[in-house]
Nanobody
Framework: QVQLVESGGGLVQAGGSLRLSCAAS????????MGWFRQAPGKDREFVVA????????YYADSVKGRFTISRDNAKNTVYLQMNSLKPEDTAVYYC?????????????????WGQGTQVTVSS
């Protein structure tokens, strides 16, 4: 069992930056692929980025490529999402997710554990 707790969301102006954190419980954090998803009002949850257990492989949605960076610290059981050059269309609730296994996948149904989400609002 893995419990995930996100933090770092907030209100920021367009062009600004935020850093989200996701703290995971459990001693096997390093065995999980980690991902970030987001859901805007009235829209489906969408994939943002994922990182392999070692941090050696990452996969980004085209909409955030070059602006967002995912990283993880297995010693701290934490995954991070650095978001730069934020746009109003990035406004959403951001969810951290964990998936057992080494393959990096982008479909929400493939993830086993979810955090409660953190709100990110980007004003124009």
């Amino acid at each position: 069992q893995v419990q995930l707790v996100e933090s770092g969301g907030g209100l920021v102006q367009a062009g600004g930056s935020l850093r989200l954190s996701c703290a995971a419980s459990g001693r096997t954090f390093s065995r999980y692929t980690m991902g970030w998803f987001r859901q805007a009002p009235g829209k489906d949850r969408e994939f943002v980025v994922a990182i392999s257990w070692s941090g050696g492989s990452t996969y980004y949605a085209d909409s955030v490529k070059g602006r967002f960076t995912i990283s993880r610290d297995n010693a701290k059981n934490t995954v991070y999402l650095q978001m730069n050059s934020l746009k109003p269309e990035d406004t959403a609730v951001y969810y951290c997710a964990a998936r057992r296994g080494i393959v990096v996948l982008t479909t929400s149904a493939e993830y086993d554990y979810w955090g409660q989400g953190t709100q990110v609002t980007v004003s124009s």
